[in-house]
């Protein structure tokens, strides 16, 4: 079946800008994932979605950076007024569910090479 | 103590030696783990789920030792195609935290 699909693959951007990305996770995976991974370096969470509940916003690093998920599929990261440390690797991953054996393992989307001039 | 620790290597090996990569967690709670690969400006993929009794897949065995709280990744009779970055990742089971994921281990093997 379809994996987790992000748009766009590459984006590059005016400092100041904002941006929009875009993952649409496995069908049925009612948890969603987004990270960055910054160039040789290791992956770091931004924020996590599971069902109804309210979102895990913990690893957002400003208050520039903000994601929803609509109807329980699709999610959009919004970064605000874009800034050259933001340039990285946004990545979306999904989980069938967060906890039990078997059900917790991540799928990761291709990224989304955001680049900020 | 970071929640997920792993030497970042590099491990240079020859093809066909065997190499092991350990990775400890500091959360005594949590339910599961895994190992993950990346390759080069590429997605992390899963490699295998890591079970208390260990697990094998072929080249590949995995071990947890919960007393000591660490996992470590064996690999057999390494290929050039093991080359790439293992990440350990872990499950720390408190809710509505998602998984913790640990820097990687770069492998480097060479012919």
């Known amino acids: 079946g379809a994996g987790v699909s992000q748009s766009p693959s590459n984006k590059v951007t005016e400092k100041g800008k904002d941006v929009e990305l875009r993952c649409d996770p496995i069908?049925?995976?009612?948890?969603l994932y987004w990270y960055r991974q910054s160039l040789g370096q290791g992956l770091e969470f931004l924020i996590y979605?599971?069902?109804?509940?309210?979102?895990?916003k913990s690893g957002l690093p400003s208050d520039r950076f903000s994601a929803e998920r609509t109807g329980g599929s699709v999610s959009t990261l919004t970064i605000q007024r874009t800034q050259q440390e933001d340039s990285a690797v946004y990545l979306c991953?999904?989980?069938?569910?967060?906890?039990?054996?078997?059900?917790?393992?991540?799928?990761f989307g291709p990224g989304t090479r955001l680049t900020v001039l | 103590r970071k929640e997920v620790e792993q030497d970042p290597g590099p491990f240079n090996v020859p093809e066909g030696a065997t190499v092991a990569f350990n990775c400890t967690y500091s959360?005594?709670?949590?339910?599961?783990f895994f190992w993950y690969r990346q390759d080069c400006r590429k997605e992390p993929k899963l490699l295998m789920s890591?079970?208390?009794s260990g697990n094998e897949d072929g080249r590949f065995t995995a071990q947890l030792n919960r007393a000591s709280q660490y996992i470590s990744l064996l690999i057999r009779d390494s290929k050039l195609s093991d080359s790439a970055t293992y990440l350990c990742?872990?499950?720390?089971?408190?809710?509505?935290?998602?998984?913790?994921f640990g820097k990687g281990t770069t492998l480097s093997v060479s012919s």
């Open positions: 991953a999904s989980s069938l569910t967060h906890r039990g054996r078997g059900t917790d393992t991540q799928y």
């Open positions: 069908s049925g995976h009612t948890a």
């Open positions: 979605f599971q069902g109804n509940s309210a979102p895990d």
């Open positions: 959360n005594s709670a949590s339910q599961s």
């Open positions: 890591v079970y208390s």
């Open positions: 990742v872990v499950n720390p089971d408190r809710a509505g935290t998602a998984l913790i």
